[in-house]
């Protein structure tokens, strides 16, 4: 852990009020939701469970908080307000971690759990389980000598993290956590589909999105179809809008206006757009979340946008400068600006001093074959896509393009990039075999 971060220990967080950015009280913390890791490694922190004066008790993601301190939680303010549920691989601090028994590794004695500490994690927006508050002795009452209490690091104690061959998807799933999307994908479509959908019900909702968006047509209509509509549209929500409507353009007319009524209006919109178009077309192809700049804006700000860890580095590779409005479809398309140009420039140069207007943009009807030759002949990563009154509708980017022009089956075909890949694969092609032989 980095000396700088600190560290709260959570009974300091029970009851503490949450801020939108702008100082309007969302609600207060009831609880935090951890997931937990097998052997010794610490819990993850998934988020806190946020009351609403309503008396709602909503799921607040760690990546939606800004700041804990003071008393106080502050927010990006975008909040899902649909009612809190609790998934099978998820804990709550208080209601489940604390005042319980658990062993301490060294002496092999038993303690009570009464606080635990998180902290995140240095450069990262993770916050992790940190340290565990206990106390030696009989478990209580008014009558027991308590006995000594002592802060131990998480590693230190025994009784909280999975078995390592216990059964369930949360061993599973905690087995292949450190995997990439794509390499979970390849796992989950091995598996039964009892077993498929078992460990899809598990996963938090980006982790399910990111998988889904690796995963062949119909292992995600599949999965899609056996989650409850409210928690399919928050996944649809969670995916890159151009994956989500490939998604729902498989689905039925009438199952795909269920979940998009069920979306929130912004994102059912950006999906609306894109079943406009043809799929294999620029339109159908793009995305409708590129980094957008106003031409005020400076270099210091588009490299902090650049910064934004949920981008893909295809989308990070470039801005593009538009009058307002500046979400799409925007205001005049003036330009991009690449990000090797962003990195020559001093930070107070305003991006449209920067712009390169001299690519031609992609016609939302363009066909694939002439989209993979513009991307091509100028060796872009992505590229924006402008209607005729000079909107930026949104931005193609290579791995779409290659995505539709691959073989149907080309996300099942493994592929190994040396020794030690051909290993891990046997590996995991072991446990996957295990698992399925005890679906059977």
């Known amino acids: ?42 819990p993850r922190v998934l988020g806190l469970v946020v009351e609403l004066s309503t008396r709602r008790r909503i799921f607040l993601p760690m990546t939606r908080v800004t700041s804990i301190e003071s008393g106080q939680v502050i927010s990006t303010g975008v909040l899902n307000v649909r009612r809190f549920e609790q998934r099978p691989t998820e804990r709550l601090v208080f209601g489940e971690l604390l005042d319980r028994r658990v062993t301490l590794v060294e002496t092999d004695e038993e303690v009570t759990v009464l606080d635990v500490a998180v902290q995140q994690l240095p450069a990262r927006r993770d916050w992790e389980i940190h340290r565990v508050f206990v ?14 209490a002592l802060t131990v690091e998480w590693s230190a104690v025994t009784g909280f993290t999975l078995e390592e061959h216990g059964q369930g998807a949360e061993s599973l799933l ?30 938090d909702d980006d982790r399910l999105a990111d998988v889904l968006e690796e995963l062949p047509e119909d292992d995600q209509i599949e999965i899609l179809g056996k989650l409850k509509a409210d928690r399919a549209a928050d996944v649809l929500e969670a995916m890159d809008p151009d994956d989500a409507a490939d998604l729902l353009a498989e689905l039925p007319t009438e199952e795909q206006e269920r979940l998009l009524s069920l979306m929130q209006p912004g994102d059912a919109a950006d999906m609306r757009r894109l079943l406009a178009y043809e799929e294999h077309t620029a339109g159908g192809l793009m995305t409708t979340e590129p980094i957008v700049l106003r031409p005020d804006a400076t270099v210091a700000e588009a490299l902090a946008r650049v910064r934004n860890a949920d981008l893909s580095p295809a989308l990070a590779a470039q801005v593009y400068v538009c009058r307002p409005p500046d979400e799409t479809p925007t205001g005049k398309y003036l330009g991009t600006v690449h990000f090797q140009r962003l990195l020559r420039d001093p930070p107070y140069t305003l991006v449209s001093s920067l712009v390169d207007d001299d690519l031609q943009a992609l016609d939302p009807d363009a066909t694939l074959p002439v989209v993979a030759g513009f991307f091509a002949t100028y060796d872009m990563v992505a590229a924006p896509v402008v209607d005729e009154a000079g909107s930026l509708l949104g931005a193609v980017t290579v791995d779409d393009v290659l995505d539709h022009m691959l073989p149907e089956d080309w996300r099942e075909t493994e592929f190994h990039l040396d020794e030690d890949a051909d290993d891990d694969t046997d590996r995991a092609d072991e446990d996957v075999r295990g698992v399925t032989s005890r679906d059977a």
């Open 1 to 42: 852990m980095a000396a700088g971060a600190p560290r709260i220990f959570v009974s300091h967080l029970a009851g503490v009020a949450v801020f939108e950015p702008n100082g309007d009280q969302v609600g207060r913390v009831r609880d935090l939701v951890v997931v937990l890791r097998v052997g010794r490694r610490p």
């Open 135 to 148: 106390r030696k002795g009989g478990k209580g009452g008014a009558f027991r000598r308590k006995g000594e």
């Open 174 to 203: 905690a087995t292949f956590e450190q995997l990439r999307a794509a390499d979970l994908a390849n796992v989950l479509h091995h598996l039964s589909p009892k077993r498929r959908a078992e460990v899809a019900a598990a996963l």
